[in-house]
């Protein structure tokens, strides 16, 4: 199947400052990326969709101010958290596919807001 | 009611057993069917990919879909601990749409 690399795998920070995550899609042109959190043992919530060139759409409750992706390439989506808060920690995955393909994950990076 | 209702376990099975996970839905209009593994603080790993009813086998895994009773299954054959983990179903109505998810059903495979 198609790799799916993240950066961090693990990340703390403090209150405040913000923290840029990594998604690329290793040997394939991903023309959509999805970024999703996930508490503790709950399912994956879709925070947003993002297609290369464009501005992402986010979903219902998510903060585009707080949560700004982008996607500058077809194998490279960022995920920011501005002014991260303790309530903030979670474990943040980005999924990428190719048009009409499957959807495949990234390992996943532990934000923890101190 | 959820969209994709996933029984969360956790289910416990001997070595060796087979694995029997479902996922029912609502929503008439999915069409595309995929059961992920996900082990503890890891993304979630693509299993199976289905189109539409029937049947796809690939190795010890069975993925059943029967879209007149909006109900999906997978099968585990000769369960290992290592296939200890969360199986989450999803599903979308299109491909390149986005995903709805199970909760997830937490596994455990005693040696």
């Known amino acids: 199947g198609a790799v799916v690399s993240q950066h961090p795998s693990w990340v703390i920070c403090k209150s405040g400052t913000s923290v840029k995550i990594e998604c690329r899609s290793l040997d394939f042109q991903a023309t959509t990326m999805f970024w999703y959190r996930q508490f503790p043992k709950q399912s994956l919530m879709l925070m947003a969709t993002s297609n290369e060139g464009s501005k992402a759409t986010y979903e219902q409750g998510v903060e585009k101010d707080k949560f700004l992706i982008n996607h500058a390439s077809l194998t490279l989506s960022t995920l920011t958290v501005t002014s991260a808060h303790p309530e903030d920690s979670s474990f943040y995955i980005c999924s990428a596919r190719q048009p009409q393909n499957e959807q495949y994950f990234g390992p996943g990076t532990r934000l923890t807001v101190t | 009611q959820k969209e994709v209702e996933q029984d969360p376990g956790p289910l416990s099975v001997p070595e060796g057993a087979i694995v029997s996970l479902n996922c029912t839905y609502s929503n008439s209009a999915f069409q595309y069917f995929m059961w992920y593994r996900q082990y503890s603080r890891k993304g979630p790993e693509l299993l199976m990919y289905?189109?539409?009813?029937g049947n796809k086998e690939d190795g010890r895994f069975t993925a059943q879909v029967d879209k007149s009773s909006k109900y999906i299954s997978l099968f585990i054959r000769d369960s290992q601990p290592s296939d200890s983990a969360t199986y989450l179903c999803a599903m979308e109505e299109a491909a390149g749409n986005k995903l709805t998810f199970g909760g997830g059903t937490r596994v455990l495979v005693k040696p």
């Open positions: 289905t189109y539409s009813s």
